[in-house]
């Protein structure tokens, strides 16, 4: 819930977990999307609506040792434009970012 928006957030999200040698290294993938209501008290008496945002992640550990691990991951947005008045905003979000723990 993001309150300050006056709407409701729905992320639903699928995960595979993978530990093909023994849990040395594992493969996380993710899956989801973020659903949202609309704001029909925008700025006074408008409506703000926004198309669903959907994600990937993929991350990849190995451990080394018994007390230190090694991570890299990725991610990846696309969607969610936003419309004011049902009048599109042209703001596609689209972001690739690696991230490493």
Request: charged share 15%; hydrophobic share 40%.
């Amino acid at each position: 819930m993001n309150t300050g928006a006056n709407r409701w957030a729905f992320n639903p999200l699928v995960n595979l977990d993978i530990t093909p040698d023994q849990a040395v290294s594992y493969i996380d993938l993710y899956a989801g999307a973020r659903f949202f209501t609309n704001n029909n008290a925008y700025q006074g008496n408008g409506q703000l609506s926004q198309k669903p945002l959907a994600n990937f992640a993929a991350h990849y550990s190995h451990n080394i040792g018994k007390r230190m691990y090694a991570a890299i991951g990725l991610y990846y947005d696309y969607g969610g434009e936003i419309s004011v008045n049902h009048i599109p905003q042209d703001k596609l979000q689209t972001a690739f970012d690696p991230a490493w723990p």
